[in-house]
């Protein structure tokens, strides 16, 4: 159960019932619709960037508890980060999921988002966690295509 | 009688641990586990008998050949075809599916015809006669769904009419367990001389089979689902069908004479094996066959509705738990979701566990959408399975209930 419980903390099982950020936005600058065909995960990102910084974030979709909470939180912490933090943070998040080595400066970076290092114990919901980041990446740099996990 | 505590011998992987938990293995309509009886079949075609088929003149070419059309007169004799011809090695249903379309229904369909399926249809039953329809012109037609899980057989008489060149129908759904009553939809296609073709990959391992009391044109199966390996199947159909269908893939083995001016194709089966077939598969699904042969049909049948009964009654009693699917007939197979919380979710927790449930759209998304949910925890029973890892299964979900809640 530990890594059970590692896995469903609180705050994600929080973010999961509440999430932040959950509507469209308008006006928006950047959108990406983000789509795992294998369990059916669908989410709508919309962000607003002024002068290559993240004003407003926010998202509508539907997924597990794990891809929820992570767009959620994603949302949450990146709003105000400008787009070459927002890109070296994706790096780092990816890395924390997978299990690849991160420094612990990097880890410091991730803040409240390193709560889904457990994520790496469970290979078949890296996915999940990965699904908002990705559709985040495809939003700046090709908006309005879908972002596939697989 | 079942005497499951004998048979979960034969199935060494069963008394495997995951996680330090004992394996309770409910993801039987995905795959079967493999009794030791499959093995040793397989172990002792590669220790005594094993070479290429048909071709050799050597002792081992001979025996393995028969060993390889022993295969395939168990197997006629098994859904009881009336003969040996009628049967085809495939790799799977799948493979089966797209030999039909290719072979029999592409060559014959015309703009304006139709192919009719029905909405439960798993998508290997649905994407090649898709693709044939797009390529030719014709409609795919689609048998609805009910609220209960049944087909609406009501709306065959509108759905069925001259043009349509095949119906295309599961015998047992993969995501909602439902048994079609597929002896209506026969009788109905064949009064306007439309050729059916059954998807028996759920309904192989869970019930006799009897092609030619069913009277369909097709039957189609994979040998993992029944015990056997991976990488074989099995197309049925009649014999005279069969004879007029055109060649499937090009290569050896399925030819009589070969010159740069032209090929003289072999005669059915043969004609739809190009290349050197799965020896190996053969053989050990006439062995998974011979096991449940010796089980007796009936017997799995009725153990696993006694199994299926006792979960289904366990199952309704979670608050907030929702079966999907409650037609009448059905087989071993219960789909469903617990409000709040997604099945992804519930899936790794059973798995924490030991509990092995498929959660997912189960390559039923036209089903999903039917019922607006993205995916159900679906359990799959097996005559291996018993009444106490039924009772893990409802443990480990009220576990998921109490982390989620």
Redesign the interface.
């Known amino acids: 159960m530990s890594e059970l419980r590692e896995l469903y903390q609180e705050v994600i099982l929080d973010h999961n019932k509440r999430p932040r950020n959950f509507k469209e936005l308008d006006p928006h600058s950047h959108h990406a619709s983000g789509h795992n065909p294998l369990c059916g995960d669908k989410l709508e990102l919309y962000l607003l960037v002024e002068n290559d910084i993240i004003k407003d974030i926010s998202f509508i979709g539907s997924g597990c508890a794990i891809s929820t909470s992570s767009a959620s939180l994603m949302t949450e912490f990146l709003k105000g980060k400008s787009l070459s933090t927002t890109k070296a943070l994706f790096e780092h998040f990816h890395d924390l999921v997978t299990g690849t080595e991160i420094s612990a400066d990097q880890l410091e970076e991730l803040g409240k988002l390193a709560i889904f290092a457990g994520v790496q114990e469970f290979p078949a919901r890296v996915k999940c966690a990965s699904l908002s980041w990705h559709t985040l990446m495809n939003a700046l740099e090709a908006p309005e295509e879908t972002a596939q996990t697989e | 009688m079942i005497d499951v505590n004998k048979i979960r011998e034969d199935f060494p992987i069963l008394s495997t641990e995951v996680y330090g938990k004992r394996l309770v293995y409910v993801d039987n309509a995905a795959t079967t586990q493999k009794p030791k009886q499959v093995m040793d079949a397989i172990q002792d075609l590669y220790s005594t008998s094993y070479s290429n088929v048909h071709r050799g003149v050597h002792f081992l070419s001979q025996k393995s050949t028969s060993l390889f059309e022993g295969a395939r007169d168990r197997i006629a004799s098994f859904i009881n075809a009336s003969s040996s011809k009628g049967i085809v090695f495939v790799k799977g249903a799948t493979e089966a599916v797209n030999l039909v379309a290719s072979s029999y229904l592409e060559p014959i369909l015309s703009q304006g015809d139709a192919i009719l399926i029905s909405e439960m249809e798993h998508h290997s039953n649905l994407v090649p006669w898709q693709m044939v329809a797009e390529k030719k012109g014709a409609e795919l037609r689609i048998i609805p769904l009910k609220e209960n899980g049944d087909l609406d057989y009501d709306a065959l008489p509108n759905l069925l009419d001259d043009s349509v060149k095949l119906v295309a129908l599961t015998h047992m759904s993969n995501s909602l367990g439902t048994i079609n009553q597929v002896e209506k939809v026969i009788s109905s296609a064949h009064k306007l001389n439309i050729p059916v073709l059954l998807d028996g990959a759920q309904s192989i391992a869970h019930m006799a089979i009897d092609v030619q009391a069913l009277d369909c044109d097709f039957f189609v199966f994979s040998g993992h689902k029944i015990y056997a390996p991976t990488g074989i199947g099995v197309l049925y159909a009649k014999s005279k069908i069969l004879q007029g269908m055109q060649p499937y893939q090009g290569g050896g083995d399925m030819i009589l004479n070969v010159s740069f001016e032209g090929t003289e194709y072999n005669d059915i089966p043969y004609r739809f094996e190009a290349g050197t077939p799965n020896v190996e598969g053969a053989v050990g699904l006439a062995a998974a066959i011979d096991y449940v042969s010796d089980l007796g049909l009936e017997n799995i049948d009725q153990y696993e509705r006694e199994l299926t009964a006792y979960a289904y009654e366990k199952l309704t009693a979670i608050d907030g738990l929702r079966i999907i699917g409650d037609a009448p007939n059905r087989g071993s197979i219960i789909s469903f979701v617990l409000e709040?919380?997604?099945?992804?979710?519930v899936g790794?927790?059973m798995d924490?566990e030991g509990v092995a449930v498929r959660?997912?759209?189960h390559c039923t998304?036209p089903v999903?959408d039917c019922y607006h949910i993205?995916?159900t925890t679906r359990i799959s029973l097996s005559f291996y399975n018993t009444a106490e890892e039924i009772d893990i299964i409802i443990a480990a979900i009220k576990k998921v209930k109490e982390?989620?809640g």
């Open positions: 709040g919380i997604h099945p992804h979710d790794t927790i924490m959660t997912g759209h998304q999903m993205p995916a982390l989620m």
